[in-house]
């Protein structure tokens, strides 16, 4: 099976597994899945009216109201794991009492096994997604956001060296500025998955961080909430990226991402991109206009130009200037040929780290842009095509595969090596080589299916 590059604990695979109006429950994170997908959940919550405001910002219910663990039903096999599991941790350094306590009347969720079964069918196309994410209402209540905490916010910067537009992009792409932190107990979903055992060892381990953060005093196991999956906070961080670079910035002794105030949260996100190297000024990304004949091979990260050599390939900014001298970048087509270009740069692979997922790295970097001042993006979108589901993505690989285009494996996760093959195909028929895997190189597949 193919693979990728993604660095953190807990990636991407969230995006595609929501509807854009529920919670986000995105993480800081990226994980490796087979098929080297860049996939990840970012349901961005929209609030629409003042009174939707003051709805979602009333106090999140307690987790044994949102999900009543005591009044579930026994279950000899979980319980069995939680001894099992209860004398790994204490051998780790946790303390029985902590133990004890994080475990009193935890019962395996029903509700976490669906939503991480349902992940891989909810596809979103790209113009679809960035419509959402930074949307109209978005956008305003990024700009209320600034100035309700311009001062925090040009502290951190100052700090971190962070830009604070992109801090809060990343805000409004995770919880609605705050609104959709999430009520599901921590311990609860991340034992639950722990036991399900299908990423078992990777979850125990988020489950012994998010108990040393309730041993080292930050929270409680009753306000210990956040996602399904156990993204916790304004910011959706896991337990291992919050233990590893969570800080206490407003100096109360405690790294709180879970109260109201966002102060903590807010700066420990500006400390995960400072640690991954972000360069205060530098965009993730311009948008720009390529020229007739443009070699689309070329639309590659592994293929590194500075915006001057690419100015004199023609690949030159919408107002037909070069775009500025802001390091080396890669040419980014996130809908094949038909839609929108992009020269990206290092910037673009610091969000990455927060999550890996192409679609979310514009989402933050097209809402911090336009929370800026910035226009929309300008060139359009193959609006009347449509992002493939996930069986149809398999018979694409499946198709290639057949054809001698092989993908190396069969998973609906469109990766680097499956980029590589849907290349390969479109070459040899005349198409575009961008690698989009569109319904257009679905169709022609099917036309020219062997046999």
């Known amino acids: 099976m193919e693979k990728h590059h993604v660095l953190g604990a807990f990636a991407s695979f969230l995006l595609c597994s929501s509807a854009l109006a529920s919670p986000l429950e995105t993480s800081v994170r990226p994980e490796k899945r087979p098929g080297g997908s860049e996939v990840s959940r970012a349901a961005v919550a929209l609030v629409t009216t003042p009174e939707a405001r003051q709805a979602a910002a009333r106090p999140a219910l307690r987790p044994a109201e949102a999900a009543p663990a005591d009044r579930a039903p026994a279950d000899p ?16 350094g946790i303390s029985g009492t902590v133990f004890d306590r994080a475990f009193a009347n935890v019962r395996p969720d029903p509700e976490v096994i669906t939503r991480d079964s349902n992940q891989a069918e909810f596809t979103k196309s790209i113009w679809d997604y960035l419509d959402s994410a930074a949307s109209e209402t978005r956008i305003a209540n990024g700009k209320a956001a600034l ?12 700090k971190y060296g962070v830009d604070k537009e992109v801090v809060a992009a990343i805000w409004g792409l995770e919880s609605a500025y705050g609104t959709y932190r999430g009520t599901m107990n921590v311990v609860r979903s991340l034992a639950t998955l722990a036991h399900d055992g299908r990423r078992g060892a990777f979850f125990e381990q988020q489950l012994i961080a998010a108990l040393k953060i309730l041993q080292n005093g930050d929270t409680a196991p009753e306000t210990m909430t956040g996602s399904w999956a156990g993204a916790m906070g304004h910011t959706q961080f896991i337990p291992t990226s919050y233990e590893a670079l969570a800080v206490d910035f407003d100096g109360d002794g405690r790294r709180d991402i879970w109260s109201d105030d966002p102060t903590d949260a807010l700066a420990s996100t ?4 400072a640690r991954y190297d972000w360069v205060q000024g530098m965009p993730w990304g311009v948008e720009v206009q390529l020229p007739p004949g443009f070699d689309h091979a070329l639309a ?32 980014l087509l996130p ?5 929108a270009a992009f020269l990206i740069f290092k910037n673009f692979g610091v969000i990455a780290r927060y999550n890996g997922a192409d679609a979310y790295v514009m989402g933050v970097g097209h809402l911090s842009d336009r929370i800026t001042g910035g226009a929309p993006i300008q060139a359009g979108w193959p609006r009347d095509d449509r992002a493939l589901n996930f069986s149809e993505r398999e018979e694409m690989q499946r198709l290639l595969t057949a054809r001698g285009f092989d993908t190396q494996g069969v998973d609906g996760r469109v990766g680097p090596l499956t ?13 575009a080589p961008d690698g989009y895997a569109s319904l257009s190189v679905l169709t022609r597949l099917r036309r020219n299916a062997p046999g």
């Open 300 to 331: 590659s990260k592994k293929t590194q130009k500075m915006p001057g050599d690419w100015a004199r390939l023609g690949v030159v900014g919408m107002d037909g200037a070069p775009v500025r001298d802001h390091g080396t970048a890669s040419v």
């Open 147 to 158: 100035a309700q905490h311009g001062a925090t916010l040009d502290r951190i910067e100052a």
């Open 335 to 339: 809908a094949g040929a038909k839609g």
């Open 77 to 92: 096999a979980f319980d069995a794991w939680v001894r099992e599991f209860r004398s790994r941790a204490l051998a780790q």
């Open 270 to 273: 500006a400390a995960y991109l």
């Open 419 to 431: 980029v590589s093959a849907v290349r390969r195909f479109q070459s040899t028929v005349g198409m």
